[in-house]
C-alpha cells in the first residue's frame, strides 16, 4: 500500500515537474499573444489598457514590417533550395568518392556549426566589404547558404550511413545512366535526411539574428525588424505578426504529423 | 568500360563535391583568413584599417578590463550550461521515457516556442520581469510583495535569458542519447538490488555521457556569444565577449581589435570542442 | 483530406508573403526616385515621411542608429552612396567634414532654409554653413520620479550619490556620459589633459553601482515602466515621460548641461543628390518641422515652426529649454585620436 501511494506521489512531481517546465518555455509565448491584443496606445507599450484585435488589422498597414516579413520569406526560401541542392550534391560526391583534401572540406564544414555566430557574422562582413559585395538581400542570402550547408550535409549524411550501393548498382547494369540512377534511386531513399536538412535550413533562416545583423547592409528582415522595434518598445502589431506566424507553424506540423501518421496506419 | 566509369567519375566528383568546396573555401575560409590578417593591422587618424604590422591588438586583450570580461562570459556561461544541465535532464528523462502515446507531441512543445521569433521571445522576458510587469503585478496584487521585485537588467537576467535561448539545444541531445537507453539494463539493475539512486549513478548517466556532452558543447560556445541577450535583459551591465566583439565593429570603429578578440574566441572555441572530442564526442551530431 | 489542407496552409502562408512582398516594392512611392536615409532613432515621425512620399512620390527607405560611432561605423563599413542622408550631432558633423566624408549641400536648392534662426546657422563645428542643415536639438537633462524619490535633485553631481544605487538609466553614449562626469567636476566636456582624464575616470566608475540601464534608443521607457527612477537622458524623452507619467520631472543641471544640435549632412558618393536636397527642404517647412516637433519634442531651431506651436512648446521647460539653460551649456567637439583611447577606456571599464 505505501508503496501505492508513494509510486502515485512520485508520478505526480514528475508530472508537475515537466508541467513547470513547459511552462516556463511558454511564458514570453503567453505574453507575446496577450499583449497582441492589447489596446495600449502609447510607448512602450507595456501597461494593459483593454481587449483590441486592432493590432492584426494594423498589421496589415505596417509596409515595413510585412516587407521585412517578406524579404525573410524570400531569403528563406532561396537559401533552403540552394543549400539543400549544394549540400545534398556534397555528401553524396564525398560519401562515394576518395580525393584528395576531403579532410579538409570536412574540417571547413564544422567551422560554421560550431563556431559563435558572431564570427560568422563579421568575417562575412569583412569578406563583402573588402569585395565589395553590395550589403542587402544578396548578402544576406549569400551568409544564410553559408551557415545552412552543413547542417544539410549532415543531415543527409546521417542517412546515408548504412546505405546499400547494390541497388544503385542494379540500375546501371539495366542500362540507367548515372543522372536517372540518382535522380530515381538515391534520392528517394536520402529523401528524409534531405527533407531533414532543408527544414533545419529553413527554420535557422527565419530566426536568424546575429549573423544577419552584420550582412544586411540596410536590408531589413524580420528578426532584424524586431530587434529595431525593441530599442523603442516593440509594438502589438509585431505581437500580432509573432502570434500569426506561431500559428501558422503549429499547424503546419500538427497536419503534417496527421499525415505520416494516416499513411503508416 | 572501366575506362570510361573512371573518367565520368572525376567529373561527377567534381560536379557534385565542388560547389560546396568553393563556397566553403570563399565564404568560410577566405573570410576567416581575412579576420586573421586585420588582427594584426592597425588604424590611422581616421579609423581606417591599414596593413601596418602590429602587435598591439594582442597586448589589448590582456587589459585588465577585457580579462574581467572575459571571466564574466566564461562564468556566464557556465552557469548557463550548468542550470540547462540539471533542469533539463531530469525533463529529458520522463519525456523521453514516457508511455504516453502523446510522446512525440511532448517532444514538439520543447521545439514549437523556437519557432517564434528569439527576439521577441526574450523580449516577453522583460514585459514579465519589469518593475511594472506581469510578475510584481501578481505578486503585489497577491500580497506576497510590498515593493516590486528588481529582477530586470541584472546578471541573472541574463542568465535567465540564456538559458531559456539554449534550453533546446540541452534537451535535444539529452533525449537522443536518453532514448537509446536500454530498459533492460534498468530493470536487470533494480533486480539484482541496486537503489534507484546508485542506478542512477552508475548506470543511467555513464551511458547518456555522450548526450550530456553534446547538449553542454552546444549551450557553452553560443553562450560566449549572444550578446543581444546581455543587451536586452541585462541591461548593458553584464557585458560578455560578443558584447565586446560587436561593440569593435560597430560603434568602436577598431575592427582589427575586434578581430583580435574573435581569433582568440575562435581558439577557445577549438579548444573546447578538442575536449569534447577527447571525451569521446561526436563532432556530427552536433548538428543533426 | 488532410493533404488539401496542408495545401490550404501552404497557399495562406504563400499569400502572405505575397502581401508582404508587394509591400516591400510598392510604399507610397510611385516609383519617382528613391531616397535613403539614415538617421537616429525616434527622431523622424513615420507621418512626415510618408507625408513626403506622398507628395513627391519619392520612395524612403528608412535605417536607424542611435549613437554618432554606430552611425560613423556603418557609413565607413557600406560602399559609398549606400545612404543618400545622415543624421551627425555637432561634433560628428567635425570629424565627417575632417575625413572628407560629406558631400556639400546646395543652399540656394533650399529655399526654405530662412526658416532657421539666424543663430543656428554657420555654427562652430561647421562654420561656412556648407555641410549641414540644423535640424532638432536639445540637452542631455536629469528626470526625477518624484514619487520615488523625494530628495532635490538640482545637478550631475546627485546623480552620483550612492543613495541611488542601481535607479538610474544613462544614455548608452560614452562622449555624453563622460562628459556629463566631467561637468559634474566643473570640467570641459572636451577634457583632454590626462592627468584631469585620471580623476574623470575615478569619477566615474563610482557611477557603475547607480546605473542599472544603458539606453540611448528610449530612456524613458525606463523611466515610464517604473524600472529607473532617475535619469541622464535627451530633454524630449524627458518631455514625453512627463506626459505619460506626472511624477516625473526634469531637472536641468546646475553645473551646465549637455548640449547637442543634429543635423541633415549628404555623404560622399550620394546617389540621389537632388532627392536628397528635396527632403531636406520638406522638413525646413515650417508644417513638418511643427508635425516632428509634436512627436518628438526636442529644441527646434526652425522659428517658423516655433511660432505655430505657440505656448505649449514656449511654455514646457522640458521641449523648449530655457535660454539660460542653453547658455550655461557646452557642446561636445571633436577630439585627437589619442585622447579619444583614453575615453574609450573609461568607457569599457565602466560598462563590463
Not at chain 2, 539484482?192 to 555513464?206: D, E, H, S
Not at chain 3, 508587394?22 to 519617382?32: F, I, L, N, P, W
Not at chain 3, 539606453?215 to 515610464?224: G, T, V
Request: glycine share 6%; hydrophobic share 45%; net charge neutral.
Amino acid at each position: 500500500m505505501k508503496n501505492q501511494s508513494k509510486k502515485k506521489i512520485g508520478k505526480a512531481s514528475n508530472t508537475l515537474y515537466c508541467l513547470l517546465i513547459y511552462l516556463f518555455l511558454f511564458l514570453p509565448i503567453a505574453v507575446i499573444v496577450v499583449n497582441s491584443f492589447n489596446a495600449t496606445t502609447a510607448k512602450p507599450y507595456l501597461s494593459w489598457k483593454g481587449f483590441t484585435l486592432d493590432w492584426y488589422i494594423r498589421l496589415f498597414d505596417n509596409a515595413a514590417l510585412l516587407s521585412s516579413f517578406g524579404n525573410t520569406m524570400i531569403i528563406a526560401a532561396v537559401n533552403t533550395l540552394l543549400a539543400t541542392c549544394i549540400g545534398t550534391l556534397a555528401a553524396v560526391g564525398m560519401y562515394k568518392y576518395k580525393f584528395r583534401g576531403k579532410t579538409v572540406i570536412d574540417a571547413l564544414l564544422y567551422i560554421p556549426v560550431v563556431i559563435p555566430e558572431i564570427v560568422m557574422g563579421i568575417s562575412l562582413l569583412t569578406l563583402f566589404s573588402k569585395t565589395s559585395i553590395p550589403r542587402g538581400m544578396l548578402s544576406l542570402i549569400l551568409a544564410h547558404i553559408t551557415f545552412s550547408i552543413p547542417f544539410v550535409i549532415f543531415n543527409v549524411r546521417a542517412r546515408l550511413a548504412g546505405y546499400d550501393n547494390s541497388v544503385e548498382e542494379a540500375s546501371l547494369d539495366l542500362g540507367a545512366n548515372r543522372m536517372q540512377t540518382f535522380f530515381r534511386i538515391t534520392l528517394p531513399v536520402l529523401a528524409p535526411g534531405i527533407g531533414g536538412g532543408a527544414l533545419l535550413a529553413f527554420t535557422l533562416s527565419l530566426d536568424d539574428v546575429i549573423i544577419s545583423y552584420f550582412t544586411n547592409g540596410q536590408t531589413m528582415t524580420f528578426p532584424l525588424k524586431v530587434m529595431e522595434s525593441i530599442k523603442s518598445g516593440v509594438s502589438p502589431d509585431i505581437n500580432a505578426l509573432s502570434a500569426l506566424i506561431l500559428i501558422g507553424t503549429i499547424l503546419l506540423v500538427v497536419l503534417t504529423q496527421r499525415t505520416s501518421m494516416n499513411k503508416k496506419g | 568500360m572501366i575506362g570510361k566509369k573512371m573518367k565520368a567519375s572525376s567529373v561527377s566528383a567534381a560536379v557534385m563535391v565542388g560547389p560546396v568546396t568553393l563556397w566553403l573555401v570563399f565564404f568560410v575560409a577566405v573570410p576567416l583568413l581575412y579576420v586573421f590578417v586585420m588582427s594584426f593591422c592597425s588604424l590611422d587618424q581616421n579609423y581606417n584599417v591599414v596593413f601596418h604590422f602590429t602587435m598591439e591588438n594582442y597586448a589589448r586583450l590582456f587589459d585588465i578590463n577585457y580579462l574581467e570580461i572575459y571571466v564574466q562570459s566564461l562564468v556566464i556561461a557556465f552557469l548557463t550550461t550548468v542550470i540547462c544541465l540539471v533542469l533539463a535532464y531530469p525533463f529529458s528523462f520522463l519525456i523521453a521515457r514516457t508511455t504516453s502515446r502523446y510522446k512525440a507531441v511532448l517532444y514538439m512543445l520543447v521545439i514549437i516556442p523556437f519557432w517564434t521569433n528569439s527576439l521577441i521571445r526574450i523580449y516577453g522576458w522583460r514585459t514579465f520581469l519589469g518593475a511594472n510587469g506581469w510578475l510584481n503585478h501578481v505578486l503585489i496584487s497577491a500580497g506576497i510583495v510590498d515593493t516590486p521585485l528588481d529582477l530586470l537588467f541584472s546578471k541573472g537576467a541574463t542568465i535567465l535569458g540564456m538559458v531559456y535561448c539554449l534550453f533546446p539545444y540541452m534537451v535535444m541531445p539529452l533525449y537522443t542519447a536518453i532514448e537509446k537507453l536500454d530498459r533492460n539494463l534498468l530493470e536487470a539493475s533494480a533486480d539484482l538490488g541496486a537503489r534507484k539512486v546508485t542506478t542512477y549513478r552508475k548506470i543511467v548517466i555513464p551511458l547518456t555521457a555522450s548526450g550530456i556532452f553534446s547538449g553542454s558543447i552546444m549551450v557553452f560556445i553560443p553562450c560566449l556569444g549572444l550578446f543581444f541577450v546581455s543587451d536586452i535583459l541585462g541591461g548593458g551591465n553584464s557585458d560578455i565577449i560578443g558584447n565586446l566583439i560587436e561593440r569593435q565593429f560597430q560603434s568602436g570603429n577598431n575592427w582589427p581589435l575586434g578581430s583580435a578578440l574573435s581569433i582568440i574566441l575562435i581558439a577557445v572555441t577549438l579548444l573546447l570542442v578538442k575536449l569534447y572530442q577527447k571525451c569521446g564526442g561526436d563532432l556530427e551530431s552536433l548538428g543533426v | 483530406m488532410k493533404k488539401k489542407a496542408i495545401s490550404l496552409l501552404l497557399a495562406a502562408v504563400f499569400a502572405l508573403s505575397l502581401t508582404a512582398c508587394s509591400a516591400a516594392g510598392s510604399s507610397a512611392g510611385t516609383g519617382k526616385g528613391t531616397l535613403n536615409l539614415y538617421v537616429w532613432t525616434e527622431y523622424v515621425p513615420d507621418s512626415v515621411i510618408k507625408g513626403f512620399e506622398k507628395e513627391t512620390g519619392i520612395t524612403v527607405n528608412v535605417s536607424t542608429f542611435s549613437s554618432n560611432e554606430d552611425m560613423l561605423a556603418k557609413v565607413k563599413a557600406e560602399s559609398e552612396g549606400a545612404f543618400d542622408i545622415v543624421q551627425p550631432s555637432d561634433y560628428m558633423v567635425e570629424q565627417m567634414i575632417n575625413q572628407g566624408m560629406l558631400e556639400k549641400i546646395d543652399n540656394t536648392k533650399l529655399t526654405n532654409i530662412g526658416n532657421i534662426g539666424k543663430e543656428y546657422l554657420n555654427p562652430s563645428y561647421d562654420p561656412t554653413g556648407e555641410y549641414s542643415v540644423p535640424y532638432l536639438g536639445g540637452v542631455g537633462a536629469i528626470a526625477v520620479n518624484t514619487a520615488k524619490i523625494t530628495d532635490p535633485i538640482t545637478s550631475y553631481d546627485d546623480l552620483f550619490n550612492p543613495k541611488y544605487a542601481n535607479s538610474l538609466v544613462v544614455l548608452d553614449d560614452f562622449r555624453a556620459t563622460i562628459g556629463m562626469t566631467e561637468r559634474s567636476m566643473g570640467l570641459s566636456m572636451n577634457e583632454t589633459d590626462p592627468a584631469a582624464l585620471a580623476e574623470v575616470k575615478t569619477k566615474l566608475l563610482t557611477l557603475k553601482n547607480n546605473v542599472k540601464l544603458y539606453d540611448s534608443d528610449s530612456p524613458k521607457s525606463a523611466l515610464i515602466s517604473g524600472d529607473c527612477t532617475l535619469a541622464f537622458c535627451w530633454s524630449a524623452e524627458i518631455a514625453l515621460a512627463m506626459e505619460e507619467n506626472p511624477d516625473i520631472k526634469i531637472v536641468y543641471p546646475d553645473e551646465g548641461a549637455y548640449l547637442f544640435m543634429d543635423n541633415w549632412c549628404v555623404p560622399k558618393g550620394v546617389k540621389n543628390y537632388d532627392e536628397a536636397m528635396e527632403f531636406i527642404n520638406y522638413m525646413l517647412k515650417a508644417e513638418t518641422a511643427k508635425a516632428v516637433s509634436e512627436e518628438f519634442p526636442y529644441l527646434n531651431p526652425n522659428t517658423a515652426a516655433t511660432a505655430l506651436l505657440g505656448s505649449s512648446y514656449t511654455d514646457n521647460p522640458a521641449k523648449n529649454p530655457p535660454a539660460d539653460v542653453i547658455a550655461k551649456g557646452e557642446h561636445v567637439q571633436n577630439l585627437d585620436t589619442d585622447t579619444i583611447a583614453i575615453y574609450d577606456a573609461m568607457w569599457t571599464e565602466l560598462k563590463k
